[in-house]
């Protein structure tokens, strides 16, 4: 693979993700044309018109339905994964014998096990590989983890994290089929804790480090729904709402809630961190700002500061307009593509990769086995974190 051309791209997957990863695709070479860009070569989705129009309407060269396709070809370096979790396993490791690279959404695996299994596969067939937990480049998120490492906050002690919504509490809504597949657990693996809580675990598991025991709950509020493909009423397996306590490999604790029963929210991702030495918090909605509280300040004007991450010197703002012109969600979609790209010219590490992706699976497995027994657990797998980043 000539390092002038671009990565060759096989996207499976034209809805909501395969939508935000072909508008980074396309972005990341007037934006970071330090890299090497990418070719769309093919996409593919269950359905053929679908997958046709897509591929008119994003620049894809060819499309099809199977997936498999997409492995025999000698002109895709890497396989991108923008479909249901109940395809991730299976598409993935067979990708990584075929010896492509591969990009999955989150969460890894629907299970732990499948999870282990994929990242065994990429780390057997030596593929680069990397998931999709896009929030860690918000530029504003970015500038945190500067902080935390630079030690600007000092010893941490505590931290919380939230992802709010409200778009399944209508009972007549059904479970399974194109637009309700999370709330199918046999797609999804599960309900809002390896969807909604994976972002914000991921986000800890960074931020903070390896999470060594969780005390969970769990409720499925509307116990029966109509299954969309067969028709009939079904029991609902996958949780409504999620909540854990967490205590960290570092001796600091934490408080998680996802839920999809939070009227009037719709994407409230929310988390703050507090130190010794200072606290930093962050908003979704308000996405390009940091809220950031220095103790080491002056007694009297102490306070609270909004970081306004828009400038050249912040996180990735220099790709794009003048300071004090902010960027939004889509972005974040661009950096990782750019920083994958970049990590393969540099040879550097690809973050986060499978590993991590495995190690944010084990907490939320340790999160529904826990809101089960009712007792603290241990989270099986987190030395994946703890080699990749260290401790704290
Ligand atoms: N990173 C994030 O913030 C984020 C946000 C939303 C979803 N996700 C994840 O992205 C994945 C996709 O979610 P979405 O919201 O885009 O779903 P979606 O329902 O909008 O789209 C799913 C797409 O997958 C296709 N598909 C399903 N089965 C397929 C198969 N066997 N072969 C080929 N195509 C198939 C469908 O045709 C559809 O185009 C999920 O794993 C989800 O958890 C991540």
């Known amino acids: 693979m000539p390092a002038n051309r671009g990565l060759r791209i096989g996207l499976v997957g034209t809805g909501f993700m395969g939508r935000t990863h072909s508008n980074a695709y396309h972005q990341v070479r007037h934006f970071f044309p330090r890299e090497r860009g990418v070719e769309l070569v093919a996409v593919c989705s269950r359905n053929e018109e679908n997958a046709r129009n897509f591929a008119a309407q994003w620049g894809f060269a060819s499309h099809g339905t199977d997936w498999n396709k997409l492995l ?52 057997h067939a030596g593929v680069a590989n990397m998931v999709w937990y896009n929030y860690r480049r918000v530029p504003a998120l970015t500038l945190a983890k500067q902080m935390i490492d630079e030690g600007r906050l000092g010893r941490i002690f505590h931290s919380r994290f939230k992802f709010l919504q409200d778009w399944t509490m209508s009972a007549e809504l059904p479970q399974g089929g194109a637009g309700t597949w999370r709330l199918d657990a046999g797609v999804s693996g599960g309900g809002v804790t390896g969807d909604l809580l994976a972002h914000c675990i991921d986000a800890a598991l960074w931020l903070v480090g390896p999470v060594a025991e969780v005390s969970g709950t769990a409720e499925t509020f509307i116990r029966e729904r109509v299954h969309a493909l067969s028709g009939t009423r079904q029991p609902v397996t996958a949780e409504d709402a999620s909540l854990f306590l967490a205590r960290f490999a570092n001796g600091s604790l934490a408080t998680f809630e996802a839920t999809r029963f939070a009227r009037g929210h719709k994407a409230l991702f929310t988390l703050e961190v507090n130190g010794e030495r200072g606290s930093i918090a962050w908003d979704l909605h308000d996405l390009h700002r940091l809220q950031f509280f220095d103790h080491d300040g002056e007694g009297a004007l102490r306070g609270w500061r909004s970081i306004h991450v828009t400038d050249g010197d912040h996180p990735y703002m220099k790709a794009w307009w003048v300071p004090g012109l902010q960027i939004g969600y889509e972005h974040t979609f661009v950096h990782q593509v750019a920083d994958f790209l970049a990590g393969l010219r540099t040879g550097g590490k690809l973050v986060p990769d499978f590993r991590d992706g495995l190690a944010a699976d084990a907490v939320v497995e340790a999160v529904l086995r826990s809101a089960k027994s009712r007792r603290w657990e241990t989270v099986e797998e987190n030395s994946g974190q703890a080699r990749l980043e260290g401790v704290g």
């Open 72 to 123: 025999e070809r000698d002109d895709i370096d890497l396989i991108d994964i923008a479909s249901p979790n109940d395809t991730h396993a299976e598409i993935a490791i067979a990708a990584a014998r075929a010896g492509k690279m591969v990009a999955c959404e989150k969460p890894l695996g629907r299970t732990l096990d499948e999870a282990r299994r994929m990242a065994e596969a990429v780390e």
